[in-house]
């Protein structure tokens, strides 16, 4: 259920432009849908290998950390949909842990802390913050164990 109000939300959120239908907007839904649907839910994410998920808004985003050595980005309200090696965790701080890992030119950057965090669409509660440093761009949300 929660995922199904993720994606609605990631829909919704959408920026929304008036153009003839002759444009590329039909494709660019067609992507943002496709990568959505390469993400499991937060029902299968285990069973998918998914150990943690971070999400967060403005813009939507979805970065999962799978134990079989990767991870998984969707940024930009599904617009970027990219895949980084995973790295071995640093931890800066006695209540983080940190990934630091780069693919295809593009640098990605997850810390987690330890700290309580409410998603800001949801309302829903989490047990850790997260930032995420995708090509000096910050990012702010909200992740857990799946």
């Known amino acids: 259920m929660r995922a199904l109000i993720f994606v609605a939300a990631l829909a919704a959120c959408s920026p929304q432009t008036e153009t003839p239908a002759t444009t590329a907007e039909a494709p660019a839904t067609t992507t943002t ?42 940024l930009d309200y599904g617009q970027t949909h990219l895949e980084f090696p995973l790295p071995e965790p640093t931890a800066p701080t006695e209540d983080a842990t ?32 997260v930032e995420v440093i995708f090509d000096g761009r910050t990012l702010n949300g909200c992740g857990r164990s799946v």
């Open 33 to 74: 849908q496709s990568a959505l649907e390469q993400m499991p839910t937060w029902e299968t994410a285990r069973a998918a290998g998914v150990d943690l998920r971070a999400i967060g808004q403005e813009p939507g985003w979805i970065v999962d950390i799978y134990t079989q050595g990767r991870i998984v980005a969707l």
């Open 98 to 129: 940190r990934f630091e890992t780069q693919a295809d030119g593009h640098a990605l950057s997850i810390t987690y802390r330890r700290l309580p965090c409410q998603d800001a669409m949801s309302g829903e509660s989490y047990p850790a913050t």
